[in-house]
């Protein structure tokens, strides 16, 4: 099965996007470079949310991502998937931030392969504080293969 039929088998569904007062992904060359999508899931971690409600935060930032990748590419087909950077919202006690990102990392081989096209090179960092409270932020770097 392909990445974009993977992704609809698991019940994700894309939605064209207008353009907003910046780029959510930037086309060079063969690259794909997204904008940090943000979670809707809200709060800190360490402070509240727990590990698996920051991992269900990272992974609708995923979502978010392979959205605008389909807008930009118009299939999620002949991508690979090269770099993430995961932003964690968390309290300076707070240290799984990469347990937290693996909600990203995770949805991303399941649709791409952990063994192939999905398998990444990640950072997961902690911060202080992220755009208007949000628990997560999650910016990738895709390879538009054959090209």
């Keep these: 099965m392909n990445p974009q039929d993977k992704a609809e088998a698991l019940g994700l569904t894309f939605s064209k996007q207008e353009p907003g007062y910046l ?3 930037v086309r060079s060359g063969n690259l794909l470079i997204t904008s940090g999508h943000v979670s809707d899931i809200k709060g800190k971690l360490g402070a509240g949310l727990s590990v698996d409600e920051g991992k269900a935060a990272a992974r609708e930032c995923a979502v978010k991502i392979l959205n605008s990748v389909w807008n930009a590419h118009g299939t999620l ?19 799984e931030q990469h347990l937290v990102i693996n909600g990203c990392s995770d949805l991303l081989h ?10 990444h090179a990640r950072s997961a960092l902690g911060f202080a504080q992220l755009p208007t409270g949000v628990a997560v932020e999650v910016e990738a770097i895709f390879e538009i293969k054959g090209e």
């Design 23 to 25: 780029a959510l992904v």
């Design 77 to 95: 087909n002949g991508l690979r998937v090269l770099k993430v950077l995961g932003c964690v919202n968390s309290t300076l006690e707070f240290h």
């Design 110 to 119: 399941e649709i791409f392969g952990k063994d192939g096209d999905g398998y």
